[in-house]
């Protein structure tokens, strides 16, 4: 299988369905269900049994995370450097004054699309791509953006579609 070929293949799907994908994330948030809660936890499940994340990366290779203070001093004393050291050697202010990465793809991806520090990697990595939180529908936009660059968020929001609207 062809992981390039992939990638397009969602990409082109998730900016097809981009006006059907608002419209129905702005009804969710409109008329949240009862159970969305329960839904969405159930359709985050199920969409990572289908999908591995090892096999794309593509997160990691397009898109930079934050870095909070506590990321940037977990990180830093996990590779043994002084937390301004880590900034001044990984990050950059953005348009947002937020800390991000310099460069992308990541520093720390691995040829074989591992993370060099997983066990301490930021919280924006750990949260991505956000299809297991409580009331999805605060970041609409968010989820959005998501589903061009992740397969995972695109199939999470297709299945989330069947599901609400049966």
Same mark, same amino acid.
């Given at each position: 299988?062809?992981?390039?070929?992939?990638? *397009?293949?969602?990409?082109?799907?998730?900016?097809? /369905?981009?006006? +059907?994908?608002?419209?129905?994330? #702005? @009804?969710? $948030?409109?008329?949240?269900?009862? @159970?969305?809660?329960?839904?969405?936890?159930? !359709?985050?499940? #199920? !969409?990572? +049994?289908?999908?591995?994340?090892?096999?794309?990366?593509?997160?990691?290779?397009?898109?930079?995370?934050?870095?909070?203070?506590?990321?940037?001093? %977990?990180?830093? $004393?996990? &590779?043994?450097?002084?937390?301004?050291?880590?900034?001044?050697?990984?990050?950059?202010?953005? *348009?947002? @004054?937020?800390? !991000?990465?310099?460069?992308?793809?990541?520093?720390?991806?691995? #040829?074989?699309?591992?993370?060099?520090?997983?066990?301490?990697?930021?919280?924006?990595? %750990?949260?991505?791509?956000?299809?297991? %939180?409580? /009331?999805?529908?605060?970041?609409? @936009? &968010?989820?959005?953006?998501?589903? !061009?660059?992740?397969?995972?968020?695109?199939?999470?929001? #297709? $299945?989330?579609?069947?599901?609400?609207?049966?």
């Amino acid at each position: 299988m062809n992981d390039k070929m992939d990638l *397009e293949f969602y990409k082109n799907q998730a900016l097809q /369905k981009q006006k +059907e994908h608002k419209k129905f994330l #702005e @009804n969710l $948030k409109k008329k949240p269900p009862k @159970n969305l809660d329960y839904v969405v936890q159930e !359709v985050h499940d #199920e !969409v990572f +049994e289908e999908i591995d994340c090892l096999a794309c990366a593509n997160c990691c290779k397009t898109t930079g995370p934050l870095y909070t203070e506590k990321d940037i001093e %977990r990180i830093a $004393k996990h &590779l043994r450097m002084k937390p301004a050291d880590f900034e001044a050697k990984f990050l950059r202010i953005d *348009e947002d @004054n937020d800390k !991000v990465l310099q460069n992308l793809p990541c520093f720390f991806l691995n #040829e074989d699309n591992t993370c060099s520090i997983y066990e301490v990697r930021p919280k924006a990595c %750990r949260e991505y791509p956000h299809t297991d %939180r409580k /009331k999805i529908y605060q970041i609409n @936009n &968010l989820m959005l953006k998501n589903t !061009v660059i992740c397969p995972a968020a695109f199939t999470f929001v #297709e $299945k989330m579609m069947k599901n609400l609207t049966k």
